[in-house]
């Protein structure tokens, strides 16, 4: 059966005025347009939907029958567009995104705010480290990543929000714990916890470090900020993690900055989505979202006596 959209409109229009001259004047066409379409409607199903008594029109038994299908159709079609309007107007909508293991820190504090905004926005946030994030970015299977430096070989656009430095952690019975402008050589001397393989924050030391001609000897690896600090805190080593990552540990003194010479290392970071992607209005409001008010939905700890 071959019919349009426009068929099943003109078909309700005069099934409900069960004149022809009435239902022109409501579709605003003339009076054969309409017999026309109804006549090549007729053809498709390939029986009379309607039959004429004297003056009068009535629908045949297929008609009540096709009448049901037809506003069924219609009906559903209004809500589809009702759902689209929604959409422009970013009542509803999903976004989907995903950010670093250490961006987890602040990142669900931005979409609770957001999400209040913008009522049935579902969201769908996958943390994972620089590495992994990279790849979906290849794939196009997120719409926006945050993330720390992103890759110059890559086409991408990326915004930056905000800073992330990078401190050094120590349990606080630690002997550096009293000292001030602790030389970076004086850390060869202690051993260290460091991120995985992959994460941004290893990266971004062994950079910082490899600049400086020194190299860090390292205790354990660790797959996440978590451990690492509790490590730290049971006294296996010292740390450098982002300061986001803190928050109770410095206020409660389980855990403590040490002031050492060129540190924090400063990193920021980056909302970030492949050029030429086109984002939905959803993730287009994320987007200014992020770089607009997450300075002031973020603090950085008020414990962290950064200077
Ligand atoms: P990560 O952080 O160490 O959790 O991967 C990302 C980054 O700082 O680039």
Redesign the pocket.
């Known amino acids: 059966m071959n019919i349009t959209f426009r068929q099943l409109q003109i078909f309700e229009a005069v099934a409900q005025q069960l004149s022809y001259t009435r239902a022109s004047e409501v579709l605003h066409l003339t009076q054969p347009a309409v017999s026309m379409q109804i006549k090549q409607l007729e053809q498709s199903v390939g029986l009379p939907l309607f039959e004429q008594l004297g003056k009068k029109i009535f629908l045949t038994e297929a008609g009540h029958e096709f009448g049901r299908y037809a506003r069924a159709i219609t009906t559903q079609l209004n809500e589809l567009e009702q759902v689209v309007n929604e959409m422009k107007g970013l009542q509803r909508g999903r976004l989907t995104i995903a950010v670093?293991?250490?961006?987890n820190y602040f990142v669900p504090r931005l979409l609770a705010t957001f999400c209040q905004q913008h009522g049935e926005v579902t969201v769908s946030l996958d943390v994972t480290?620089?590495?992994q994030?990279l790849k979906g970015l290849v794939e196009n299977s997120t719409d926006l990543v945050i993330?720390?430096?992103p890759p110059v070989e890559m086409d991408l656009i990326a915004e930056r929000f905000m800073d992330?430095p990078l401190v050094v952690i120590a349990p606080p019975d630690h002997t550096l714990v009293e000292h001030q402008q602790i030389p970076l050589k004086r850390l060869l001397e202690e051993t260290f916890l460091v991120?995985e393989q992959?994460?941004?924050?290893?990266?971004?030391v062994e950079r910082f470090f490899a600049a400086n001609q020194l190299a860090l000897s390292t205790a354990m690896e660790m797959s996440s900020?978590e451990a690492i600090k509790q490590g730290v805190e049971a006294g296996l080593g010292l740390g450098i993690v982002?300061l986001h990552t803190l928050g109770m540990e410095l206020a409660l003194q389980r855990l403590v900055l040490l002031d050492v010479v060129d540190f924090p290392i400063m990193?920021y970071?980056y909302i970030v989505y492949r050029s030429g992607k086109r984002l939905s209005l959803v993730a287009q409001a994320f987007q200014s979202f992020v770089k607009e008010e997450s300075a002031q939905i973020l603090k950085i700890p008020a414990a962290s006596g950064l200077r």
């Open positions: 670093a293991s250490t961006a480290n620089r590495e994030l993330m720390g430096q992330n991120r992959g994460s941004g924050t290893r990266s971004a900020n982002s990193r970071w």
